[in-house]
C-alpha cells in the first residue's frame, strides 16, 4: 500500500516537472500529471536501461533515487510530447 501511493507522489512530481519543462495549454489537471508521470516513470526505466543504468524500481536509497528520479522525468516529457501529438491531431465537431 505504500509503495503504490509512493508510486503516485513520484508520478505526480514527475509528470509536474515535465509539464514545467514543457509548458502548455494541456488542462487534465491532477489525475491526467500523475498518469503521466507514472508511465513515465516507465518509459524512462525502460530508456534507462536501454542506456545501462537499470529500470526505475528501488528508491531505498539516494544513490538509486535520483538518477532512477532524472529517468522519471525524461519518461514523462517522452510521454507529454507524444500526448501532445496525440490530442493535437483530434478533430472537433
Same mark, same amino acid.
Given at each position: 500500500?505504500?509503495?503504490?501511493?509512493?508510486?503516485?507522489?513520484?508520478?505526480?512530481?514527475?509528470?509536474?516537472?515535465?509539464?514545467?519543462?514543457? /509548458?502548455?495549454?494541456?488542462?487534465?489537471?491532477?489525475?491526467?500529471?500523475?498518469?503521466?508521470?507514472?508511465?513515465?516513470?516507465?518509459?524512462?526505466?525502460?530508456?534507462?536501461?536501454?542506456?545501462?543504468?537499470?529500470?526505475?524500481?528501488?528508491?531505498?536509497?539516494?544513490?538509486?533515487?535520483? /538518477?532512477?528520479?532524472?529517468?522519471?522525468?525524461?519518461?514523462?516529457?517522452?510521454?507529454?510530447?507524444?500526448?501532445?501529438? !496525440?490530442?493535437?491531431?483530434?478533430?472537433? !465537431?
Amino acid at each position: 500500500m505504500i509503495s503504490l501511493l509512493f508510486w503516485i507522489i513520484l508520478g505526480f512530481l514527475a509528470g509536474f516537472i515535465a509539464k514545467a519543462i514543457m /509548458p502548455g495549454s494541456d488542462g487534465g489537471g491532477f489525475i491526467l500529471t500523475t498518469i503521466l508521470g507514472i508511465v513515465g516513470a516507465v518509459v524512462g526505466g525502460y530508456i534507462g536501461s536501454l542506456l545501462g543504468y537499470g529500470m526505475v524500481s528501488s528508491f531505498d536509497n539516494i544513490g538509486n533515487s535520483l /538518477p532512477s528520479f532524472i529517468f522519471s522525468v525524461i519518461g514523462a516529457i517522452v510521454v507529454l510530447a507524444i500526448y501532445r501529438l !496525440a490530442v493535437g491531431r483530434r478533430v472537433t !465537431a
